[in-house]
């Protein structure tokens, strides 16, 4: 059984507006970074988005300013050789991806969620030599880098 409805509250003060951290980056090869070199992170020159600066073009790497969980993803245009690349969290290998060319062109993409520290650091590279390299771009095709924070607070 109910009672009677009682009277209506005061209104509550305003609260802060949160401020959510941000960072985000979309990077992709171009007809001079196609084919790129085994073993050491690749430099992604095409950058589509990347306002935060997170991801250096210098260095091919991303690196942590917000502690959190992020979400990367690479998609990659095989052409004329085989791929093996790994997305790679400082020196450690944790996705690898492997496409055997065939005929013409193919897509190979790996994604993965990552528990990120301050000054963490993530990449992508080549793997197995010129014979698997065959990360291609041209102005039809693209190779892309992604990588977003889905929360803050690791």
């Not at 992170?41 to 502690?67: R, S, W």
Request: glycine letters at 12%; aromatic letters at 12%.
């Amino acid at each position: 059984m109910r009672g009677w409805k009682g009277d209506r509250g005061e209104k509550g003060k305003i609260g802060e507006t949160p401020v959510l951290p941000k960072s985000a980056f979309t990077v992709g090869l171009t007809v001079l970074s196609k084919f790129p070199t085994s073993d050491v992170p690749i430099k992604f020159d095409k950058v589509l988005y990347n306002e935060f600066n997170h991801y250096d073009v210098a260095t091919g790497k991303f690196t942590c300013h917000i502690a959190g969980v992020y979400y990367f993803t690479y998609h990659i245009t095989v052409f004329s050789r085989n791929v093996q690349v790994s997305l790679v969290k400082n020196g450690v290998k944790v996705l690898n991806t492997k496409d055997g060319y065939m005929s013409s062109e193919d897509q190979a993409s790996g994604g993965t969620v990552l528990p990120l520290k301050l000054g963490d650091e993530v990449w992508v590279q080549a793997a197995g030599g010129e014979r698997s390299n065959g990360l291609f771009a041209d102005e039809d095709d693209d190779t892309t880098f992604t990588g977003f924070l889905l929360f803050g607070g690791q």
